[in-house]
């Protein structure tokens, strides 16, 4: 089978196809034949070298994958070979097949394709565990979601909309604020030309946002804690932006505010089950009709280099899957 492999520290161009042997999957585990693969942020950091581990050499990066199951391992029974799946993964995707414990691997519904579920369980199940698991967000909540256009951006207003919120959405385009308002943003906000704080002030009556969704991190960050609510919750999803910024603890104190980090990876490898039945209820209120994760950008396999490349250089928006056709 051909894989996405990387080799060595670095920019995209260190990727290459190769042919490699595939395996048959150890006990409770599953191979998958792939059929598309999610691309995310954290997959140039993991190139890169800048992902929170180093993944040894040579190994393949894809946090997320759909396809069909094609073989079974043993005292595996939640899934069958010829099953339509997706599966959450620590890396490996970007290949033609990839081997997955049953626990991580979920059945796609029937009007769901194979580009739109490898563009599933780590904006979805990220999004759930932040705006459910962690900061209980409540109907008729003000939700600040920044990088509204991006990959998990777009989820969270997404899932805002589905749990009752009002949704304001930031972004450092109109193309980006496009996406947002396709996913039912109420307010939208440029981080690039307005001043953030301001705007969410002056759009919330002066009582900021109750939840605030951060992927982007740096000076959006900085304003969002001069925004968020009295007793609001300040979610710290990523450093899109580049710089990793602080949390005064004296504005804590006087917001009586949280600031509450969730790492999708972490949960994955701590409590698979918590992931699991995070996707599993994001997956119901798809089959409702509330999510749409139809990604905007499809690459060909061999093209996953480039396709690493646009999103390094900001040139991509909403999401975007690798396939195998
Ligand atoms: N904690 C978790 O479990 C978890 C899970 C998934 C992702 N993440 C993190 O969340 C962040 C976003 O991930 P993603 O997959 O959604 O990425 P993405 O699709 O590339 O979205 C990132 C967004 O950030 C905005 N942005 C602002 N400044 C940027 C900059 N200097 N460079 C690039 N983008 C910038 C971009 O919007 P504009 O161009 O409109 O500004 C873009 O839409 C990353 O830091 C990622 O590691 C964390």
Known sequence: MRAVLCREW???SVLAVEEVKGKAPAAGWVRISVRAAGINFADNLMVSGRYQFKT???????????GVVAEVGEGVGSTAVGDRV????????????VLAPATSVFRIPEVMDFRSAAAFPVAYGTVHLA??????????QILLVHGAGGNVGRASVEVGKRLGATVLATAGSARSLEVAR???????????????RDRVLELTGGDGADV???PVGGDVFDASLRCVAWEGTVLVIGFAAGRIPQAPAWRLLLKSCAVIGVDWGGYLRREPETVRSATEE???????????????HVFPLEEAAEALEAQAARKLRGKAVLVNE
Not at 86 to 97: D, T
């Open 10 to 12: 670095g920019d995209p």
């Open 56 to 66: 040894p050499f040579p190994f393949s990066p894809g946090f997320e994958a759909s």
């Open 86 to 97: 997706m599966v959450a993964l620590p890396h490996g995707g970007f290949a033609e097949e």
């Open 131 to 140: 705006l459910v698991h962690r900061a209980r967000l409540q109907k008729g």
């Open 182 to 196: 396709g996913r039912g943003a109420d307010h939208l906000l440029r981080y690039d030309s307005e001043d953030v």
């Open 212 to 214: 605030v969704f951060d």
């Open 282 to 296: 994001a997956l119901r209120w798809y089959s409702e009709g509330f999510l749409d994760p139809t990604p905007e």
